[in-house]
């Protein structure tokens, strides 16, 4: 027996099931999803949509309309949850959504990007700090948990097409890497690394500008990291280039195990 866990950021769900999400859904059946970027609340899109059939649902929206939000899609029946992290500011932005399924738990993370200037940076800066003894604790806690989302860091210069290039650019600076570093050296395993560990070309995000998908000029910022009870049970790791539904590819882990 074996589950999958994925995630994705779906840049808007309203526009991501234009582009065939639920169509996808059906086909790849993922156990549990977390998406990223909602940007929508349950009363604003179809009811199937909102609740697919098959699956448990459990979204965290902003408070801000048309903004953030996280949402979890689970095949099977849910034993608990929860949302936030403990920093107001992120939380009321719906930036992390947990589910106990069983001895499994996954959180669905939206870290803030720091891309639209230096204060976006201080904010994104502001998170990593309060977000790293949170990790810690979540850590503490001994079950087979996965933390799945957009985390706006590429780790190392084979998670980004152009490492010079990108240098003094958020999401791939110096002090951001080092952070990733230090969330991998509590014990968290990136476990698309633990199964492709020098595999170049694994990118989850491409820019809007230019030809940067058709080119394959990407970054990867997507990840699903395991505790390491959950990580010795990956059977596999993949991402899906294209799948289409939004400027993100799903991000796939395969585990050993049963949900229900």
């Known amino acids: 027996m074996s589950y999958t866990i994925c995630s994705l950021n779906l840049n808007?769900?309203?526009s991501a099931e234009r582009r065939g999400f639920s169509r996808w859904l059906k086909r790849t059946k993922p156990d549990l999803?977390?998406?990223?970027?909602?940007?929508?609340?349950?009363?604003?899109?179809?009811p199937e949509l909102?609740?697919?059939?098959?699956?448990?649902?459990?979204?965290?929206?902003?408070?801000?309309?048309?903004?953030?939000?996280?949402g979890l899609f689970m095949r099977a029946s849910v034993d608990a949850h929860s949302h936030g992290c403990g920093?107001?500011?992120?939380?009321?932005e719906g930036r992390s959504l947990r589910a106990?399924?069983?001895?499994?738990?996954v959180i669905s993370l939206y870290v803030p990007s720091g891309?639209?200037?230096?204060?976006k940076q201080k904010r994104k800066d502001a998170f990593m700090a309060h977000a790293l003894p949170w990790l810690a604790k979540l850590l503490a806690e001994k079950r087979k948990l996965a933390i799945c989302g957009d985390w706006n860091i590429a780790h190392t210069e084979i998670d980004i097409h152009?490492?010079?290039?990108?240098?003094?650019n958020s999401g791939f600076l110096p002090h951001e890497r080092a952070w990733f570093t230090s969330v991998l050296e509590q014990g968290w395993v990136d476990v698309l690394r633990k199964v492709h560990p020098e595999t170049k070309g694994l990118y989850s995000w491409w820019s809007n500008r230019g030809r940067a998908r058709e080119t394959d000029k990407g970054w990867r910022i997507d990840y699903v990291l395991a505790s390491p009870a959950l990580a010795e049970t990956v059977e596999d790791a993949w991402i899906e280039k294209k799948a289409g539904l939004s400027d993100h590819?799903?991000?796939?882990?395969?585990?050993?195990?049963?949900?229900?």
Do not use: H, M
């Open 12 to 14: 808007g769900i309203r």
């Open 115 to 119: 891309s639209a200037g230096p204060e």
């Open 162 to 168: 152009d490492p010079r290039g990108n240098a003094k």
């Open 87 to 92: 920093l107001d500011w992120a939380d009321i």
């Open 100 to 105: 106990d399924v069983g001895d499994v738990s």
């Open 249 to 260: 590819a799903p991000v796939f882990a395969k585990f050993a195990g049963d949900l229900r």
């Open 50 to 70: 909102w609740s697919p059939a098959g699956y448990n649902t459990r979204w965290q929206c902003a408070q801000k309309k048309g903004y953030a939000g996280v």
């Open 33 to 46: 999803l977390c998406t990223q970027e909602l940007r929508a609340t349950p009363d604003q899109v179809e």
